[in-house]
């Protein structure tokens, strides 16, 4: 299982924004991951599509938007304009998500449901077969810097069961050193993570570098002694 790093750039230094996706990226970063909030949805606002037409602009890598909107289905369109390569939206916001999923695929872009800390796996059981990524919550959508649930990740072995070993699935929220085993156990491997990357001690590469090692480790990949 390739383990990716999605650095959000929500807490990036926005006044460098390219400066901090080149380095992200030479850290080997193999997805930028773009938070969306309408305010509504979620009790906060963040990025459109003009933020992420800016990220695209910049990237070398993929650019994954997290629409955590009400209505995914009207504004996708406006961000796969921007040039979103990913388009995530949450299945509690949609009454019908292998339609959304379908739409978005015929639009050129890849499909990812996501799923808050409670809601059971069941609920993206429709898009078995057809999304093209996952992305369980482990903090109530809405914020960075919260802390990681684990709880989030307990329905990650059914995802995994019921989408296969192939498939991404991503976790978002509260990920950092520490916390990325837990969720790579669990059978995560696509790393959302923001203040562990922008907010930590040490500069965004190193900390991509350390997120990406204990996460390896965690499965037994890690670097052999010398
Ligand atoms: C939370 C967002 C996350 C968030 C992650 O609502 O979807 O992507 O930015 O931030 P950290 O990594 O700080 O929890
Ligand atoms: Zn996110």
């Known amino acids: 299982m390739q383990i990716k790093i999605a650095p959000s750039i929500l807490d990036c230094d926005l006044t460098q924004l390219r400066q901090s996706v080149a380095e992200v990226e030479e850290a ?15 009790p906060n606002i963040m990025s459109g599509p003009r933020l992420t ?27 796969i304009r921007a040039g979103a390569d990913i388009v995530l939206f949450h299945v ?14 015929g639009q050129g872009v890849q499909a990812g ?17 057809l999304a093209d990524c996952l992305m369980a919550m482990t903090v109530q959508p809405g914020f ?30 509260g990920i950092g050193p520490e916390t990325a085993p837990v969720a790579v156990r669990y059978g995560a491997n696509v790393l ?5 990357v922008f907010n930590a001690d040490v500069p965004p590469g ?12 965690a499965l037994g990949e890690g670097k052999s002694p010398a």
């Open 28 to 42: 080997g970063a193999e997805l930028l991951h773009v938070d969306v909030a309408d305010g509504h949805f979620v």
């Open 53 to 79: 037409a800016a990220v695209k602009q910049v990237a070398t890598v993929p650019v994954d938007v997290h629409l955590m909107i009400t209505d995914p289905a009207e504004y996708a369109p406006a961000f």
């Open 92 to 105: 509690e916001a949609v009454d019908d998500a292998p339609e959304l999923v379908r739409f978005l695929q």
């Open 113 to 129: 449901v996501v799923v808050k800390p409670d809601t059971p796996a069941s609920a993206v059981e429709p898009v078995a077969g």
């Open 144 to 173: 960075s810097g919260q802390s990681f649930m684990e709880s989030g990740c307990a329905k990650i072995p059914q995802l995994r069961q019921m989408f296969g070993s192939d498939i991404d699935i991503y976790v978002d929220g």
């Open 192 to 196: 959302a993570a923001s203040s562990a």
């Open 206 to 217: 190193e900390a991509i570098a350390r997120l990406r090692e204990t996460a390896l480790e």
